[in-house]
């Protein structure tokens, strides 16, 4: 089954775009809980982080340097932000194409919400 994040890749469904290379692809979540909140995507569909193989460490590291470029020219790089990664049921994954969050914009307060 294609994930949905697959069908942005493959341009099936819209999506604001902020940043895609050979590897990874970023846009902007479509329900924002944050000033920030983007959404940075392997290309590969790796449904969560169990299923990482050696081989996606160039995607997985590509990741954290995408986030850092986009967090600058957003303008939190100073002020700060989080990068957030949710696996199965108990980390609130829904969609099962792994994805790190970029959030900022404001203070995020507490790490975990219960
Ligand atoms: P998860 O809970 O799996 O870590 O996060 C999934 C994220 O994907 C949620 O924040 C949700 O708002 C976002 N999302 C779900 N469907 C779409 C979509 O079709 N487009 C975009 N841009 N974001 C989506």
């Not at 979540?29 to 000033?35: E, K, T, Y």
């Not at 983007?38 to 990482?52: F, G, Q, S, Y």
């Not at 108990?90 to 099962?96: A, H, L, N």
Request: net charge negative.
């Amino acid at each position: 089954m294609t994930s949905i994040f697959s069908k942005i890749i493959a341009r099936e469904i819209p999506a604001t775009i902020l940043y895609e290379d050979e590897l990874v692809i970023a846009f902007k979540d479509i329900n924002p809980i944050a000033p920030v909140h983007v959404l940075i995507v392997p290309k590969r569909e790796i449904p969560t982080v169990n299923d990482a193989l050696p081989e996606d460490e160039p995607a997985l590291g590509r990741l954290f340097t995408v986030a850092a470029k986009l967090a600058a020219e957003m303008g939190i790089a100073e002020s700060g932000y989080r990068l957030m990664v949710n696996c199965n049921k108990d980390g609130g994954q829904e969609v099962f194409h792994l994805h790190m969050h970029l959030l900022g914009g404001k203070r995020l307060g507490r790490m975990l919400a219960e």
